[in-house]
């Protein structure tokens, strides 16, 4: 019973809105007034530059990897594993302490999947990348990554609890970056205005 606990965990983990009360912190803006309109690594780095950008990045992927690490420590049980890694996505993107107005959950979910197999997360980072670079759309490439990065897990043989959290994240993230199917972008990424 205790078990169920660590989603829990994983929810009021991922809810923890690092880019809001940063760029409120550093200029006193929300960060969902610009770019996407999204509480992101790139938008905290639209509003308030890079290094700033670098620590909410690296504070989204630490809340999916803490509760996911203790849930592989405490619990061990695949199915509490992959719903505290997928809880936290989802935390992320619809934070309980703002609204429900979140992140897209890219970073949290890669905290996850680390927690489990570093290896699978550099090959997540790199089939994102790939992704990127061949569909040249941020957000369409989210949505492909999200609903193939399970069966890439799987014929690479992580048939572990790697492909189950690799299953809910992968859901969730194909869902969230939905809503920006048709976004405009200026740049690949950080849709700034491009230099003439």
Same mark, same amino acid.
């Given at each position: 019973?205790?078990?169920?606990?660590?989603?829990?965990?994983?929810?009021?983990?991922?809810?923890?809105?690092?880019?809001?009360?940063?760029?409120?912190?550093?200029?006193?803006?929300?960060?969902?007034?610009?770019?996407?309109?999204?509480?992101?690594?790139?938008?905290?780095?639209?509003?308030?530059?890079?290094?700033?950008?670098?620590?909410?990045?690296?504070?989204?992927?630490?809340?999916?990897?803490?509760?996911?690490?203790?849930?592989?420590?405490?619990?061990?049980?695949?199915?509490?594993? $992959?719903?505290?890694?997928? +809880?936290? &996505?989802?935390?992320?993107?619809?934070?309980?302490? =703002?609204? %429900?107005?979140? *992140?897209? @959950?890219?970073?949290?979910?890669?905290?996850?999947?680390?927690?489990?197999?570093?290896?699978?997360?550099?090959?997540?980072?790199?089939?994102?990348?790939?992704?990127?670079?061949?569909?040249?759309?941020?957000?369409?490439?989210?949505?492909? $990554?999200?609903?193939?990065? +399970?069966? &890439?897990?799987?014929?690479?043989?992580?048939?572990? =609890?790697? %492909?189950?959290? *690799?299953? @809910?994240?992968?859901?969730?993230?194909?869902?969230?970056?939905?809503?920006?199917?048709?976004?405009?972008?200026?740049?690949?990424?950080?849709?700034?205005?491009?230099?003439?």
């Amino acid at each position: 019973m205790i078990n169920i606990l660590f989603p829990l965990l994983g929810y009021l983990s991922g809810s923890l809105p690092f880019s809001i009360w940063i760029t409120r912190f550093v200029k006193n803006v929300d960060v969902r007034d610009s770019g996407s309109g999204h509480a992101t690594t790139t938008n905290t780095i639209r509003q308030v530059g890079f290094g700033w950008g670098a620590l909410v990045l690296f504070l989204d992927i630490a809340k999916g990897f803490l509760p996911t690490w203790l849930a592989v420590e405490f619990s061990g049980e695949l199915l509490m594993i $992959a719903m505290t890694a997928t +809880a936290a &996505v989802i935390g992320h993107c619809w934070p309980l302490f =703002v609204g %429900f107005r979140g *992140g897209m @959950g890219l970073a949290t979910a890669g905290g996850g999947i680390l927690a489990i197999n570093p290896l699978a997360f550099l090959i997540c980072l790199g089939f994102l990348i790939l992704l990127v670079l061949v569909v040249r759309h941020s957000a369409r490439a989210s949505v492909f $990554a999200g609903i193939l990065i +399970a069966p &890439v897990l799987w014929l690479l043989n992580f048939r572990d =609890v790697t %492909f189950w959290v *690799g299953v @809910g994240v992968g859901v969730v993230i194909a869902f969230r970056f939905l809503i920006d199917w048709n976004r405009k972008y200026r740049e690949l990424w950080l849709d700034r205005e491009k230099k003439t």
